[in-house]
């Protein structure tokens, strides 16, 4: 497991040896000495822990806190502890109410700063793994519904800023409730699983996405990707799930387990278009591959 990254915010250099000196040989620490350099930092990597002064000179421990909480979407993604040579039950108060998760208070010491900050990585790994699992579908491992409305919106939103077109792929497994009758559910489930891991193969950049849609049914997100990129996408991906080599004797299509893709785009001049009609755009250019043989992609016409 790599070491957890924390960021340490603190005008004072004696301050930060001292937290060197406790923390240095379990984290990867990160110094800041001013909160603009606390907020470039996070902007250029994000965290898993922040401690953070409350008394500097440029901008105070409150300032920076809601500064973080406006850029990351809400100051519970990353955990913020104060740190404080203040005692007052008020500044305390003030501090927890605002959502930092604890205090640690000057003078340091040190077996103190070692429990709350491992409770707080703890609990952040925690919450972490929970918001994987919610987001991957249990069977293939890949995203899930859930995270592919997440994505979708957010990349329908950027090609407005981008002027990039938006490309998706519905994909469908074909005949897959005759492979179920013929093999059973366990050989359907192993077979869900590899065609997955064929898909996600040929998807190049990080940027590309893929999710289990529903039941025998895919789909891929192409940012940044033109109609003929995606076309050129969805031709690796057809070939990929075929070379599986699966078999299946009920296929009407050929002796083995196969698919079909439809592929709709999104121009940045279509900006009135939805991502329901994006959806529905790919659906449609599915059905024709499906009625036109199987095993096949179809490009929308709108798209």
């Given at each position: 497991?790599?070491?957890?990254?924390?960021?340490?915010?603190?005008?004072?250099r004696?301050?930060?040896?001292?937290?060197?000196?406790?923390?240095?040989e379990?984290y990867?620490?990160?110094?800041?000495?001013?909160?603009e350099?606390?907020l470039?930092?996070?902007?250029?990597?994000a965290?898993?822990?922040?401690?953070?002064?409350?008394?500097?000179?440029?901008?105070?421990?409150?300032?920076?806190?809601e500064?973080?909480?406006?850029?990351?979407?809400g100051?519970?993604r990353?955990?913020?502890?104060?740190?404080?040579?203040?005692?007052?039950?008020?500044?305390?108060?003030?501090?927890?109410?605002?959502?930092?998760?604890?205090?640690?208070?000057?003078?340091?010491?040190?077996?103190?700063?070692?429990?709350?900050?491992?409770n707080?990585?703890?609990?952040?790994?925690?919450?972490?793994e929970?918001?994987?699992?919610?987001?991957?579908?249990a069977?293939?491992?890949?995203?899930?519904?859930?995270r592919?409305?997440?994505?979708?919106?957010?990349?329908?939103?950027?090609?407005?800023?981008?002027?990039?077109?938006?490309?998706?792929?519905?994909?469908?497994?074909?005949?897959?409730?005759?492979?179920?009758?013929?093999?059973?559910?366990?050989?359907?489930?192993?077979?869900?699983?590899?065609v997955?891991?064929?898909?996600?193969?040929?998807?190049d950049?990080?940027?590309?996405?893929i999710?289990?849609y529903?039941?025998?049914?895919?789909?891929?997100?192409?940012?940044?990707?033109?109609?003929?990129?995606?076309?050129?996408?969805?031709?690796?991906?057809?070939e990929?799930?075929?070379?599986?080599?699966?078999?299946?004797?009920?296929?009407?299509?050929?002796?083995?387990v196969?698919?079909s893709?439809?592929?709709?785009?999104?121009?940045?001049?279509?900006?009135?278009?939805?991502v329901?009609?994006?959806?529905?755009?790919?659906?449609?250019?599915?059905?024709?591959?499906?009625?036109?043989g199987?095993?096949?992609?179809?490009?929308?016409?709108?798209?």
């Amino acid at each position: 497991m790599s070491k957890a990254r924390i960021l340490i915010v603190d005008d004072e250099r004696l301050n930060i040896n001292v937290m060197i000196s406790i923390l240095s040989e379990d984290y990867e620490l990160v110094i800041a000495k001013s909160g603009e350099q606390a907020l470039k930092r996070v902007a250029a990597q994000a965290p898993d822990l922040i401690l953070l002064d409350i008394s500097m000179p440029d901008m105070d421990g409150y300032t920076v806190f809601e500064r973080i909480g406006e850029m990351t979407g809400g100051n519970k993604r990353i955990p913020i502890i104060f740190i404080t040579a203040m005692r007052s039950p008020e500044e305390e108060i003030k501090g927890l109410k605002m959502g930092a998760v604890d205090y640690i208070t000057k003078p340091f010491t040190p077996s103190i700063v070692e429990v709350r900050v491992a409770n707080q990585i703890e609990a952040k790994r925690n919450r972490d793994e929970l918001e994987r699992l919610n987001r991957t579908d249990a069977l293939t491992g890949i995203a899930n519904r859930r995270r592919f409305d997440e994505y979708i919106m957010l990349q329908r939103e950027s090609i407005v800023r981008s002027e990039a077109a938006l490309s998706i792929i519905m994909i469908d497994i074909d005949h897959f409730k005759q492979f179920n009758d013929c093999y059973g559910h366990g050989a359907g489930d192993d077979c869900l699983k590899r065609v997955a891991t064929a898909l996600a193969s040929k998807l190049d950049r990080t940027t590309d996405f893929i999710a289990r849609y529903g039941g025998e049914e895919f789909v891929v997100i192409l940012p940044a990707t033109d109609s003929e990129g995606a076309a050129q996408c969805a031709e690796r991906l057809c070939e990929a799930v075929a070379e599986l080599e699966i078999e299946h004797d009920k296929s009407g299509t050929c002796g083995h387990v196969t698919a079909s893709f439809g592929v709709a785009t999104l121009l940045p001049e279509q900006r009135e278009v939805s991502v329901e009609d994006l959806l529905q755009w790919a659906d449609q250019a599915l059905y024709q591959a499906k009625t036109s043989g199987r095993n096949q992609f179809r490009i929308s016409r709108q798209g």
